[in-house]
């Protein structure tokens, strides 16, 4: 059972979605992009935090509240639901589950605030979106890590400050490592 404030966030991010999103979501697709006051928007309702602890800017949802935030928001527009879910989940829910407290303190409240999308790139043009199989690796030379590989794309690159990417570490191991890498 949700507690009333998880219950007023959700009913809240229901009106900012038929009122906020519905009425451009056609634009937003014919145009192939979410434009930055929306994202703004969201960023000021934390949104973009929605499962993030509090400490980094977060709402502190459950995996059952979140649902039910992009439920609200993927119905009138599933392009803003993507971009929620990718920066949120796949990007976000990664560094708190996996990166140092370092990693924690300097991407999170950025992306909490809206001034870091977090992208992700998996496939490959010979993979798929097979993870054992990428051939996208990476090196560190003077200081500086270089990756080499070729990605299908990523989502929303026209907006991506920066993406996670699991470069191949399956020659000697069954891990694949988690690089957070910054878009120049």
């Given amino acids: ?73 993927g119905m009138v527009c599933p392009s803003t639901r993507s971009l929620l879910t990718v920066h949120v989940s796949l990007v976000g829910e990664s560094i708190l589950k996996w990166g140092s407290n370092l990693q924690k303190e300097q991407w999170l409240p950025v992306m909490a605030m809206g001034e870091k999308i977090g992208s992700f790139a998996l496939t490959e043009p010979a993979t798929g979106s097979d993870a054992r199989a990428i051939k996208t690796s990476y090196i560190k030379k003077d200081g500086k890590f270089i990756v080499n590989g070729k990605k299908n794309g990523s989502l929303f690159l026209l907006l991506q400050t920066f993406f996670l990417q699991w470069p191949n570490a399956m020659e000697k191991s069954v891990l694949l490592s988690l690089s957070v890498i910054l878009r120049e």
């Fill in 1 to 73: 059972m949700m507690s009333e404030q998880k219950t007023h966030i959700i009913e809240e991010a229901k009106l900012f979605a038929d009122r906020g999103i519905r009425p451009y979501a056609n634009l937003f697709e014919e145009n192939e992009g979410i434009p930055r006051p929306l994202i703004e928007q969201m960023a000021a309702r934390k949104y973009l935090a929605a499962t993030f602890p509090a400490c980094y800017g977060g709402l502190d949802l459950s995996p059952l509240e979140y649902g039910f935030l992009t439920k609200e928001i």
